[in-house]
């Protein structure tokens, strides 16, 4: 069956029944959906020659990305089959319970959500990447509250993990934006997990002004890949902590502007990987066309749903 006729069925089941039933009832029947078999679904057997895609060498098969989200090893499994070049998974030094419910809300066509980094901490994670069967390579996004957290689960983890993303711009939990504000402390973040890593590092970035000084930090440190970037803070009454990061289409034409800045600002030593409001293979092509080497999103897997990047390689590949 044609990819397209399943995207089509996803985005009237979407559209009509899902989008409309209230936050706390929909996340369960999605992620139920999820727990179907799809990802052996002969749609996902592509051919990808002519989009293998080189990210501070690691090689990805194609340039698409799920960008951090999850901490679940069966989705991170999951969407590894289902046509991404790669996928991330966030993790902690030590277990987070997040903020409580409700922790996303719809906001237009995207969401405001502040589930603030609920994971099981990094043991628990370790257990899970042994017995990974990785088809696609692995990003592991970190937070910390200090360089010892991040320094740490770079020791523990790097092993289990393709590519390391080092989160310095959470809008939603307390300090979660400190090292992006506090640029001396970013760049001693960055030499340390620089000396420390036999991985590609990636620096997101947060949406606020200001990233010019952070890139040049992290590229003096030798950090060659950023990736623009993350939620955008917004009051929400509707969240238990009254605010979050937005996600989803309002962030696209901020993101492609930024990518086309970072991009005649930095040169082509710099790799960027384009994130935030990515939802149609239009989209992708264009940001790419913009300067982007490869692109990521999260609001798109919900809202499109999983033959989205299915849609994005043919539309960069012109199949
Ligand atoms: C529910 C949710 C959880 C997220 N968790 C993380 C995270 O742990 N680390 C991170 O760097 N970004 C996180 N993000 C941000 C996304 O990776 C992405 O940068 C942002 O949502 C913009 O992309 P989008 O418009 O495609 O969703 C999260 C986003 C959402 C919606």
Same mark, same amino acid.
């Given at each position: 069956?044609?990819?397209?006729?399943?995207?089509?069925?996803?985005?009237?089941?979407?559209?009509?029944? *899902?989008?409309? !039933?209230?936050?706390?009832?929909?996340?369960?029947?999605?992620?139920? *959906?999820?727990?179907?078999?799809?990802?052996?679904?002969?749609?996902?057997?592509?051919?990808?020659?002519?989009?293998?895609?080189? !990210? #501070?060498?690691?090689?990805?098969?194609?340039?698409?990305?799920?960008?951090?989200?999850?901490?679940?090893?069966?989705?991170? @499994? =999951?969407?590894?089959?289902?046509?991404?070049?790669?996928?991330?998974?966030?993790?902690?030094?030590?277990? %987070?319970?997040?903020?409580? =419910?409700?922790?996303?809300?719809?906001?237009?066509?995207?969401?405001?959500?502040?589930?603030?980094? @609920?994971?099981?901490?990094?043991?628990?994670?370790?257990?899970? $990447?042994?017995?990974?069967?990785?088809?696609?390579?692995?990003? $592991?996004?970190?937070?910390?509250?200090?360089?010892?957290?991040?320094?740490?689960?770079?020791?523990?983890?790097?092993?289990?993990?393709?590519?390391?993303?080092?989160?310095?711009?959470?809008?939603?939990?307390?300090?979660?934006?400190?090292?992006?504000?506090?640029?001396?402390?970013?760049?001693? *973040?960055?030499?340390?997990?620089?000396?420390?890593?036999?991985?590609?590092?990636?620096?997101? !970035?947060?949406?606020?002004?200001?990233?010019?000084?952070?890139?040049?930090?992290?590229?003096?440190?030798?950090?060659?890949?950023?990736?623009?970037?993350?939620?955008?803070?917004?009051?929400?009454?509707?969240?238990?902590? /009254?605010?979050?990061? $937005?996600? /989803?289409?309002? $962030?696209?034409?901020?993101?492609?502007?930024?990518?086309?800045?970072?991009?005649?600002?930095?040169? %082509?030593?710099?790799?960027?990987?384009?994130?935030?409001?990515?939802?149609?293979?239009?989209?992708?092509?264009?940001?790419?066309?913009?300067?982007?080497?490869?692109?990521?999103?999260?609001?798109?897997?919900?809202?499109?749903?999983?033959?989205?990047?299915?849609?994005?390689?043919?539309?960069?590949? #012109?199949?």
């Amino acid at each position: 069956m044609d990819y397209k006729v399943l995207d089509k069925t996803y985005g009237f089941f979407y559209n009509y029944f *899902l989008s409309r !039933l209230p936050e706390g009832l929909a996340i369960p029947i999605g992620r139920g *959906l999820l727990k179907l078999p799809i990802e052996y679904l002969p749609v996902f057997e592509i051919d990808y020659s002519g989009l293998e895609t080189d !990210l #501070g060498g690691c090689m990805l098969p194609n340039p698409v990305i799920l960008a951090a989200c999850y901490h679940q090893p069966w989705i991170i @499994r =999951k969407a590894s089959k289902m046509g991404f070049g790669a996928v991330t998974l966030k993790v902690t030094r030590d277990p %987070k319970r997040g903020n409580p =419910k409700p922790n996303i809300v719809r906001k237009g066509k995207g969401f405001v959500n502040c589930i603030g980094f @609920r994971n099981p901490g990094m043991e628990k994670t370790r257990e899970f $990447l042994k017995d990974c069967d990785r088809r696609k390579p692995l990003i $592991l996004n970190i937070a910390g509250d200090s360089i010892d957290e991040y320094c740490e689960v770079i020791e523990g983890l790097q092993d289990y993990a393709d590519m390391i993303e080092l989160n310095i711009s959470c809008p939603n939990i307390e300090n979660g934006l400190y090292f992006s504000e506090n640029p001396e402390q970013a760049r001693d *973040l960055f030499g340390e997990s620089v000396n420390l890593s036999r991985k590609p590092l990636v620096l997101k !970035l947060s949406r606020e002004d200001g990233y010019k000084e952070i890139i040049s930090n992290a590229i003096d440190s030798g950090i060659g890949i950023v990736n623009y970037g993350n939620t955008s803070p917004v009051k929400e009454d509707r969240l238990s902590v /009254g605010s979050g990061g $937005l996600s /989803g289409p309002e $962030l696209y034409e901020d993101t492609i502007r930024n990518v086309k800045k970072i991009r005649e600002e930095f040169g %082509k030593d710099l790799q960027i990987i384009a994130t935030g409001g990515i939802d149609s293979g239009e989209k992708a092509y264009m940001v790419m066309e913009s300067g982007a080497d490869a692109v990521s999103y999260v609001s798109g897997f919900i809202t499109r749903g999983p033959f989205l990047a299915r849609e994005i390689n043919s539309r960069l590949s #012109g199949r």
